[in-house]
């Protein structure tokens, strides 16, 4: 079955700290892609990253990292040094390439709070 | 370059009503999903339309109809509205009906249902 889990309802940090937002998905496809989306207020989703099952090389693009483990079924995200505008909804997204689906799942968010 | 379009914004109905919201994909791209996000929760998949035919449907009642146009804009229609059907309805445009494509979403149709 397809699921993607974000145990996190709920993040507050103070700026420039560091915060780790955990995302943890279930397939039984061998090819399937994981992404990142930002929701600001505004509503739209906003893409962050896309990464595919046979590349767990880890990324940075400037203060983002992503932290991709299959043996663990993880594709955990970093800010570092966040920053009030950071504040926003965080989703999770998979999508199973191989079994003819096209829909995403999405987790449940988790809200991030930056404080000045 | 003009990203993903949706309309209305806003809307407020009442039960049993109909309403159809309206999508214009990302230049290049011929692919429409739409998505229902709940407070609080995530999108959940409705459909998508790839070549004016709808290729998959996620578990919603046939309340929930589509089109798709030549241009590949899209609409989506809501029979019998029920106070359950109030959510933010976001479009999202790809190229390419496969899985694995970066989605480009709208700002989303705030539907109320009174």
């Known amino acids: 079955a397809q699921k993607v889990t974000q145990a996190q309802t709920e993040i507050s940090v103070v700026e420039k700290e560091d915060v780790t937002l955990d995302c943890v998905y279930e397939t039984r496809d061998t090819t399937y892609y994981l992404f990142w989306y930002k929701q600001p207020p505004s509503g739209e989703l906003v893409f962050l990253i896309r990464r595919n099952s046979f590349d767990e090389q880890n990324e940075i693009s400037g203060r983002y990292s992503w932290n991709f483990q299959k043996s663990t079924s993880s594709f955990n995200f970093t800010i570092t040094a966040s920053q009030v505008v950071d504040s926003a909804v965080y989703f999770c997204a998979l999508s199973e390439a191989a079994s003819g689906t096209y829909k995403y799942i999405f987790g449940t968010g988790t809200r991030l709070k930056v404080l000045a | 370059d003009a990203g993903v379009t949706q309309s209305p914004t806003h809307l407020i109905k009442t039960r049993g009503q109909q309403v159809t919201l309206r999508c214009s994909p990302k230049?290049?791209?011929?692919?429409v999903s739409w998505y229902q996000q709940a407070l609080g929760q995530g999108p959940q998949f409705i459909f998508q339309y790839y070549e004016e035919e709808e290729r998959q449907r996620g578990n919603f009642p046939d309340r929930f109809s589509g089109h798709q146009y030549p241009n590949y804009s899209s609409e989506l229609n809501v029979n019998a509205l029920l106070l359950g059907d109030s959510a933010l309805y976001l479009c999202?445009?790809?190229?390419?009906?496969?899985?694995?494509?970066?989605?480009?979403f709208g700002s989303g149709t705030q539907l109320s249902v009174l």
């Open positions: 999202a445009s790809s190229w390419g009906a496969r899985g694995g494509e970066k989605l480009f």
């Open positions: 230049s290049g791209h011929d692919t």
